[in-house]
């Protein structure tokens, strides 16, 4: 298996030129813009990118290779049985009945790591786990101790489907070099007929993805739907979260490829391809990615985040998902997004929508051939946008959203390039503040709106400012949640 070694890194690293062919095809050159003109604009600009805050990614314990593997039934381990009853209301059980005739049971690890081969020689029983094509076949659950580790490496693990084979972590999953996917076999079909096998890893474990791929996992059920990371009621709110580092790795054809529930993942060099639900879902989690791809989210949007989340995305490309690249429909952290490329979405580019005090920051990033608006906001949002290139987006290139009450977004536009388009620069509802300076736009004809909704009346005041005069512009709104214009503080401007 060292070709999936071989496959990731080559992918990898052809992510980055990948990157740079798209920004060529959708980029014109820079504007040059005006040094002086970050000065009188810092005060507006926040930097919603905090790095001090965020953790290190984990480090790898010391391996022992004393790791034991027992069959057990899944109700009568010593730390209960709130690890599986997520599992009973999602088909597990059912599906494992059509293969054990008794009481269900399970693989349990403890005591240190094991590989596949060790784990075959232990357990002994090819109803279990034995030799299949290139690599092994597991056909029961198998239980990571908070205390063992799994070790997946040049090989493929095939988990049976109709057995009910999946893998549940409260210790280390480890899968380099290798395959994790699914096999169908002859049986009959389960009784669960859209059950697919799952990993799900507990709060206080890790899991690391080295040059591995994760093929046709999950299915459309509570944390089963691929990769997931949760934490349980029934666990400590002091235990670590449940953490993931991916490297030179690939989500191809799951269901979601990655869920967070109150998790931190660090990925990079990475590929979602082809994912049903969502490339990556997050709720109350912390995320970094960086360079790497995201394509054809089939059914819903490529990355979507909700609750209290932070994620940092750089040097990365969504194309091709069903609704919008990004989707936040209630959030109340901080994202940012750097250098990446956010085109042809079937929805808006990015579509946000925050339930208590969010920040965004988009910078040197392409939003281009989307169906919809290039950004939409809605809700208490700080969003700053610099650098950026919308191009041929079929709505406006940013939207506030009308439905929103007034006045709750504020938004700072520096050195973007507002590419031609058919529709308006600017729509939507009064915004709390509305800082622009040094931007650059394509109109389409001379007797074109750039602005459209509550900012239409000042469409004429604000070109004289910004385009012949070279002004920034500050607005805010007042009382009454009209626009005003604010003094900005440099000199020979009106």
Known sequence: MRQNRIT??????????????????????????HADLMADIAALSTNTDSPVNWPEPPQPRSRSSRGQATIAPLFSSEQGSWPFEPFTHNGLFAVIANYQQQHPRGVHLRGGDVDLATLQRQ??????????????????????????????????????????????????????????????GQRPRARIAQYRPFITGWAGSRTWLDGAVLDRLGYDAHLSRGLTLARSQAQSANLPPARL?????????LSSG???????????DSEFHRNRHYGIDAIDSRLRVRTSEFRDTRLNSSLRVQGDSRLRVTDTLFAGAHKSALESPGFSGELTLLRSVIGHSGSHGLALSANGPARLRLADSVVAGNQLSGVQLQGPIQATLTGNRF????????????????????LLLWRNHIGRSDQAM???????????????????????????GYLAPLQSELAQQLFRHGCPVDIRADEHNRPRFQATGRRGCP
């Not at 990655?258 to 990079?268: F, H, K, V, Y």
């Not at 709390?432 to 004809?445: C, F, I, S, V, Y």
């Open 123 to 184: 357990l002994g029983d090819s109803r279990v786990l034995r030799p299949h094509k290139d690599g092994y076949l597991l056909s029961y659950p198998v239980v990571i101790g908070v205390d063992a580790g799994l070790i997946v490496q040049d090989t493929t693990l095939y988990l049976d489907i109709y057995a009910g084979a999946a893998i549940i972590n409260r210790g280390d999953l480890t899968v380099q070099d290798a395959t994790v996917t699914v096999w169908q």
């Open 8 to 33: 990731g890194r080559q992918a990898s690293q052809g992510l980055r030129a990948t990157l740079a062919s798209a920004l060529l095809a959708l980029l014109l050159a820079p504007g040059s813009g």
């Open 391 to 410: 191009r041929h987006n079929r709505r406006p290139a940013l939207r506030v959203d009308a439905r929103q009450p007034a006045g709750e977004v504020e």
């Open 426 to 452: 600017l729509t939507g509802a009064a915004l709390a503040r509305l800082a622009m300076a040094d931007n650059q736009l394509e109109l389409a004809t001379i007797e074109y709106d750039w602005l459209q």
């Open 245 to 253: 580092v991916a490297r030179h790795s690939r989500f191809d054809n």
């Open 258 to 268: 990655l869920e967070l529930r109150q998790g931190e993942a660090w990925i990079s």
